[in-house]
């Protein structure tokens, strides 16, 4: 029924055009006379112009760009109309006898010589418009068209931004975890055999929970305490771990996986097996406002050496990953100072 819409509104429309003028006369008493008929006539050339550009010439011709054969096929079409119109008029003028009053004020005021060339000019001048007219409707709606099947293409390549984005995170996640605790295994067999477990429970997160896009932010703050918790595992007692998470029973949504990839980071680089280090996290979440977390650690000259060699796709995986799914709502800074590194991500709801 939709379809049928737009054809009853032209419809409709033309009607109103050509009919309510004459519903005007009959109501006041008046008869239709030849002037009613001019205007009709003339209407009617107006409508059939606009109609055929719009529903034949626009399409097949002007959005081709073939302006030549456009514009003639429109000159053709204005001046086999335009006899038509003539040769009616003449026809209704010798079927209308002459009043003799009227043909002696004829006589008396003729008018002046440039009154048919003034109508002449209307006539055409209306044409002009008609014609305008259809190309700016047809042009709107081809624009709106393709804007609607252009933000469908941006969306499903949105979509396939986002499954290669997560393909690559996941066995990113897999790949760093597993040397984890393959390193645990040679240190403390319990400890690795605690880590797998723990790896399994992640692992059902990442595989299955998290198939949609969002996921609620408690699950997604439980899921990164349980990745803290595997990460700590394989600390030596000279790194200092400090974790501040507070969800106050947040009840928003957030895309998965987000603070992984700072944390990720953090154990990689901010630990060393002979120095003092340390690594600071806090995440705070604010009821409808949004999240902040930020990731210290410490760097000492072998990881920094090794970070330069190995930035992996963790970072930029991230960054894109916050321009498609959070256009202008998120904060994302990254910075060394006194041989610490600094991750700030603020996402807004």
């Known amino acids: ?35 009613y008929l001019g205007y009709f006539l003339r209407t009617s050339v107006l409508i059939v112009l606009f109609y055929i550009n719009y529903l034949i010439l626009i399409d097949k011709f002007l959005f081709k760009k073939q302006f030549l054969l456009y514009f003639a096929i429109n000159i053709g079409l204005i001046i086999v109309l335009m006899s038509f119109q003539n040769f009616i008029f003449d026809i209704l003028a010798g079927l209308t006898p002459p009043n003799i009053e009227e043909l002696g004020e004829r006589i008396h005021r003729t008018p002046p010589p440039s009154f048919k060339e003034m109508r002449i000019i209307g006539d055409y001048t209306l044409i002009v418009l008609s014609i305008g007219m259809s190309v700016a409707l047809k042009a709107t709606m081809r624009w709106h068209k393709d804007s609607i099947n252009f933000e469908s293409v941006k969306s499903a390549q949105l979509e396939a931004d986002l499954r290669n984005l997560r393909s690559q995170l996941n066995p990113h996640f897999l790949f760093n975890t597993l040397n984890n605790i393959y390193s645990l295994i040679a240190i403390d067999s319990p400890k690795a055999q605690e880590a797998v477990h723990m790896l399994s429970r992640l692992l059902r997160y990442v595989l299955y929970e998290n198939d949609q896009k969002f996921v609620s932010v408690d699950k997604e703050i439980e899921f990164t305490k349980n990745y803290i918790d595997l990460m700590r595992l394989r600390l030596n007692p000279n790194v200092k771990l400090n974790v501040l998470i507070r969800d106050e029973g947040c009840k928003n949504q957030i895309a998965s996986l987000m603070f992984m990839t700072l944390i990720e980071n953090a154990f990689k680089h901010g630990i060393n097996n002979t120095d003092e280090s340390f690594i600071d996290i806090k995440i705070l979440v604010e009821e409808n406002k949004g999240i902040l977390c930020t990731v210290e650690n410490s760097i000492s000259e072998s990881n920094e050496a090794m970070e330069s060699k190995n930035s992996g796709i963790g970072l930029s995986n991230l960054k894109k990953r916050l321009d498609l799914l959070y256009p202008g709502k998120y904060q994302f800074e990254t910075k060394k100072q006194d041989n610490a590194f600094t991750a700030l991500l603020r996402i807004n709801f």
């Open 1 to 35: 029924m939709k379809k049928y819409i737009p054809i009853i509104i032209h419809i409709l429309f033309c009607i109103i055009i050509l009919f309510i003028p004459l519903l005007i006369m009959t109501r006041n008493g008046t008869m239709v006379d030849k002037h």
